[in-house]
Each structure stands twice: as structure tokens, then as C-alpha cells.
């Protein structure tokens, strides 16, 4: 492996394992009610219980 | 923190660790990563927060699917064509994805049977699955019926799931098993480090430099557009952004949910499994076994192979080889289960938001057409058509509607009003220089790498001149194809629209 190949991982990992430990503190320190408003995106409700189209409010 | 997992889980599918390694390779390893970082910073989270943004707002005018969704935006007879791709791209995926999505589960019972062991001990993965795909009768397979039985039982299932309403259960299961999944890969992942040099016959093919072949820089093939159409394609693939599924997704957000926070979150927690594990796993591993050449030669093959013929390897080197390995591919059944059913979504959301029809209905339609779409995909895999169809509905499309989308909440929605849409009940404030990139950097970008690509490979790649005589009838078949299935898309769509017209004008002059 030479530098440059170092230089790109180093780079590389940092700025994704920063990324990721920045988001997470960011979910994790909201309080309750505001966590509520993050949706991981499988779970949004797309009413697929219902035979029905879209249910909006 | 169950959040979190939820996030992470909802983020790994097998873009990660089957179709990111074979990019890699492909694209000539350590070449590929510095397109592929650039894509992430400039295309996949810009695109990323833009995707949720116009879903949430269009949404709220009960539209879920790229048609009715662009048409929000941009008040124009193309907007609903170009948005057609949001229907087309996450279907014509599906046609192939949820084949490789069975050999998952194949992969896993072959684990649990010790058939799968048998080949891997003897280093003869590579034969284990051309037999498995039926390109080879070999002392494992006579033929495709045992890998076509996996597909239909893989698709059933994922009717059933969708049809029967039960996609929320499975995602629970979901939200547990895709961390057991993330930690597995972190377990493989030091197995894979502490590989050594296991043939001291071949002292090259060591660890370290196998970590050079995903890393070390290529700067002569960064004039390869294929190279960065490539790249983009991956990060648009592995996001799942581009594709139709996000924006679809949440069209069914409320309007004070977050969409900034929720978005960069599912990219950090992607892009952490895909690169530090995904990365060091199969691409590793490849290298350490089959030697640079061999693993690229293995990638050329199939679009998702060299997951296949190296993960059992590594297994065969770690104790509980047969657990570990069926465990391995379960999980990843069950995480291609969840991606899978997102690609339906759209199409259903198109059915249902457009034509009126219920979702039984929907999802009845969708089995018909996409069942007809994966035939060629399984049957015809030696002919290059689910490659063919992975480059145009996985790559080439998804990068061309990503685009069109960037460019009309930029320049035609506004990137001001884009902006303060993205933060309605946002947790996290995007950096302002993301208004900067969304409206000149990454559309300059995309119509950059499309331009580049058009010039330099893609009359050879539209006229099929690098297929070879024998696969060029299939292969001129799978374009027809899906080119008449897109403009079928177009067609219904206006039909759609006009009948709303009519019925609001109706309306109208009732009142």
C-alpha cells in the first residue's frame, strides 16, 4: 500500500466515521418529543395496512 | 439509541456489500474511490436532502411518485415524462435485485446444508456459482431450477409481505437484524485483516496489499468518464437517492417532521457500512484469494458476484465456518427483503395517487409486470442483461433523473424556497454552502459527467457496439424493452393527468 493509498483511507474513514458519530450525537441529544420527528426511512408509515389509497391530514 | 439502529438498519442493504465491492473492482479499485468520495460530498448528500424535501412538500398535494411529485415543482408536461423515471429506475432494480436478494437466501441454506462448504474448502466458489446461476453443470448444480426455485419463493414472499400489509413487522424483525448484521461485518471485517499472507505460495496476495488495491490513488483513470459515471451511480444506488424510493417515502411525512437531520443521519450510517465494512470485507478478501487480476476478472463477471465467491472463503478461515456463513447470508436476505420492498413502493404510490386504484390492486399490477421484467434478468444472465439493466436502471438513469431533480428545486423551484422547505421542523441547520453546491456545483457535476460519458463511451454504449454477436440479440431485446416499458410509463401518466383535468373542470362547472 503506498502513501497515497494510506493518505486516501486515513482521509477517507475520518470523514465518514466523523459524519456518522456527528449525526448520531445530534439523535441522540434531542429530547423525546423532537426525536419523535426523525423518521429512519422504513419506517414512515406508507399505510400499507390499509387497502386505501394515501391518507393524508 | 434505538433510533439510531433503526436509522443504521434501514441504511444496509446489498448495494453495501455486494454491489459496492464490484464497483470498486471494476473501476480499478483505489481509481474508483476518489470519484466516489467526490459523489458523496457533492452529489449524494445534496441530492440526498433535496429528494426529502420535495417528497415531504409534494406529499402534502397528495402526489408519492416522481410524476406528480415534479409536476409540483415545475408546473410542465416534461416535468411529468422526466418524473416517469421515478417509476421506471426502482422497477426495473427490482426486476434484478430481488433475484440477487434469493441467492441470499439460497447462499444461506447451501451454508446450513454444508454444500456451500464443500465448494469454498476446495476454492471452487467461482464454479459453485456459475452452477448456481446455470451457466455450468458442475458436481453442485445440474441447471437453474434450484436458483429459479429461491427466486420464486423470494418474490412471493415479498408479495405477500406487501400485499397482506405485514411490511411493518418486517421491519421490526429488520431493526434488529440489521444491527446483528453490522456487527457480523465488523467480526468478518477483523477476520478479513488478520487474513495474513494465507497462501505462502503467493506472498503478494497478503492483506496490506489488498487494502492498496481498494486504495492506493489511479490518477490516470480519473479521465475515464465511465469511471465517474460509475461512482456517481453507486452513491445514488447505495443512498437510494435518485432512484424514486426516497422522495416517495416522504411524500408520507408530515410537514413538521424532520427531513435535514433524518436524511444526513441515513447517509453517515450508509456510508459507514458500506466503505469500513463493505470495503475492507469483500474487496479484501478478493484480492487475498484471487489476486488483483483474478479479482477484477471475477467483478467483470456479474454486476454482484465477487460477494459470492469470496465471502464463503473468508468463512472457511473462521470457526463456526457454517453458522457464520449462514447467518451472513440470512441477514442479508432480510436487509435486501426491506430494500426490495421500497423499490415497489413507488410504483404503488404511481398506481394508487395517479389512477385511484386501492393498494390490493397496486400491488397485483406490480407483481404481474415485474415478475415479466425479471425472466430475462435470470434467464438470460449469461447474455449480460442484468448487468445491462443494472448499468441503465441502476446507473445511467439514476444519475440522469437525479439531475433533473437537482435542476428543478434549484433553478426552478428556487433554491431559497428549497432551502426553507428543507428546514420546516428541521433538527440541524445544512451548512449554506449546500445552497451554493445544490444550485451550481451539482447540477454542473451530473450534466458534466452525463456530457463526458455521452461523448466518450455512450454511442458505443446505446448502439451496443462492445457486445459481443452472440448477446447482442438479448441485448438489443432488454433496450426495447425498456424503452417500450418507459414510454408505456409516459403514456399513462398523461392519460392520468388528462382524466384529472377533465374531472377538475367538471367540477368546476358544477360549482
Redesign the interface.
Known amino acids: 500500500m503506498t502513501i497515497g493509498g494510506w493518505i486516501t483511507l486515513v482521509f477517507t474513514w475520518s470523514f465518514i466515521i466523523a459524519l456518522a458519530v456527528y449525526c448520531a450525537r445530534k439523535v441522540l441529544i434531542l429530547r423525546q418529543a423532537e426525536a419523535e420527528h426523525i423518521k429512519p426511512i422504513y419506517e414512515i408509515d406508507t399505510g400499507d395496512r390499509d387497502n386505501d389509497s394515501r391518507k393524508k391530514e | 439509541?434505538g433510533?439510531?439502529l433503526?436509522?443504521a438498519?434501514?441504511a444496509v442493504g446489498l448495494g453495501n456489500f455486494l454491489r459496492f465491492p464490484v464497483q470498486a473492482a471494476q473501476n480499478g479499485g483505489?481509481a474508483f474511490?476518489?470519484p466516489y468520495?467526490a459523489a458523496l460530498l457533492l452529489l449524494g448528500i445534496p441530492v440526498c436532502w433535496v429528494e426529502w424535501t420535495m417528497g415531504r412538500s409534494a406529499?402534502?398535494h397528495?402526489h408519492?411518485s416522481g410524476p406528480g411529485i415534479l409536476n409540483v415543482f415545475w408546473k410542465h408536461r416534461l416535468s411529468r415524462y422526466l418524473g416517469c423515471l421515478g417509476v421506471f429506475i426502482p422497477l426495473v432494480i427490482y426486476a434484478y435485485y430481488v433475484y440477487i436478494e434469493s441467492w441470499c437466501l439460497g447462499y444461506a441454506f447451501f451454508s446450513l446444508t454444508g454444500r456451500l462448504g464443500e465448494a469454498a474448502q476446495a476454492g471452487e466458489m467461482k464454479s459453485f456459482l456459475s452452477g448456481y446461476q446455470g451457466l455450468a453443470g458442475n458436481a453442485w448444480f445440474s441447471g437453474i431450477w434450484l436458483a429459479y426455485l429461491f427466486f420464486l419463493a423470494t418474490f412471493a414472499a415479498n408479495f405477500y409481505f406487501?400485499y397482506r400489509?405485514?411490511?411493518?413487522g418486517i421491519?421490526a424483525l429488520?431493526n434488529i437484524a440489521l444491527p446483528i448484521l453490522i456487527i457480523l461485518g465488523v467480526i468478518i471485517m477483523a477476520r478479513v485483516l488478520f487474513l495474513g499472507t494465507p497462501d505462502p505460495a503467493k506472498p503478494d496476495q497478503n492483506v496490506?496489499?489488498g487494502?492498496?488495491f481498494m486504495?492506493?490513488?489511479d490518477f490516470s483513470k480519473l479521465t475515464d468518464a465511465k469511471v465517474w459515471l460509475a461512482a456517481a451511480g453507486q452513491i445514488f444506488f447505495t443512498l437510494?437517492v435518485g432512484l424514486g424510493?426516497?422522495i416517495t417515502?416522504?411524500s408520507?411525512?408530515?410537514k413538521?417532521?424532520?427531513v435535514a437531520?433524518?436524511g444526513?443521519?441515513?447517509?453517515?450510517?450508509n456510508?459507514?457500512v458500506e466503505?469500513?465494512l463493505g470495503g475492507s470485507i469483500a474487496i479484501t478478501g478478493a484480492f487475498i484469494f484471487f489476486g488483483a487480476d483474478g479479482a477484477q476478472q471475477i467483478a467483470h463477471g456479474g454486476s454482484f458476484n465477487l460477494g459470492f465467491v469470496t465471502m464463503p472463503m473468508v468463512f472457511e478461515k473462521m470457526p463456526l465456518s457454517a453458522l457464520f456463513s449462514f447467518l451472513w447470508f440470512l441477514l442479508l436476505f432480510l436487509a435486501g427483503v426491506?430494500s426490495s420492498i421500497?423499490m415497489l413502493?413507488p410504483g404503488?404510490?404511481f398506481l394508487?395517487?395517479e389512477f385511484?386504484?386501492?393498494?390490493?390492486k397496486s400491488v397485483t399490477i406490480l407483481g404481474a409486470v415485474t415478475f415479466l421484467m425479471a425472466q430475462p434478468a435470470i434467464l438470460f444472465i449469461d447474455k449480460g442483461v442484468l448487468d445491462l439493466m443494472d448499468f441503465w436502471g441502476g446507473t445511467f438513469c439514476v444519475v440522469l433523473f437525479a439531475t433533473v431533480e437537482v435542476i428543478i428545486f434549484g433553478w426552478i423551484f428556487g433554491v431559497d424556497k428549497g432551502f426553507e422547505e428543507l428546514h420546516n421542523?428541521a433538527?440541524?441547520r445544512a451548512p449554506k454552502i449546500f445552497k451554493f453546491i445544490i444550485k451550481y456545483v451539482t447540477p454542473t457535476y451530473l450534466l458534466a459527467i452525463l456530457g463526458y460519458w455521452m461523448y466518450q463511451d455512450g454511442l458505443d454504449n446505446l448502439l451496443l457496439r462492445k457486445v459481443s454477436p452472440e448477446s447482442f440479440p438479448y441485448a438489443l431485446a432488454t433496450m426495447i424493452g425498456m424503452g417500450v416499458f418507459m414510454l408505456g410509463l409516459v403514456i399513462a401518466t398523461e392519460f392520468a393527468f388528462t382524466d384529472k383535468r377533465q374531472a377538475a373542470k367538471h367540477v368546476g362547472s358544477k360549482t
Not at chain 2, 264 to 269: G, K, P
Open positions: 439509541m433510533i439510531i433503526a436509522v438498519g434501514s483505489g474511490m476518489i468520495l406529499g402534502s397528495k408519492g406487501i400489509g405485514v411490511t411493518k421491519e429488520n496490506i496489499n487494502m492498496g486504495w492506493n490513488p437510494s424510493s426516497i417515502y416522504a408520507y411525512l408530515r413538521d417532521d424532520d437531520l433524518s444526513i443521519t441515513a447517509v453517515s450510517m456510508e459507514f466503505v469500513i426491506t421500497s413502493q404503488i404510490a394508487e395517487d385511484g386504484l386501492t393498494r390490493h421542523g433538527d440541524i
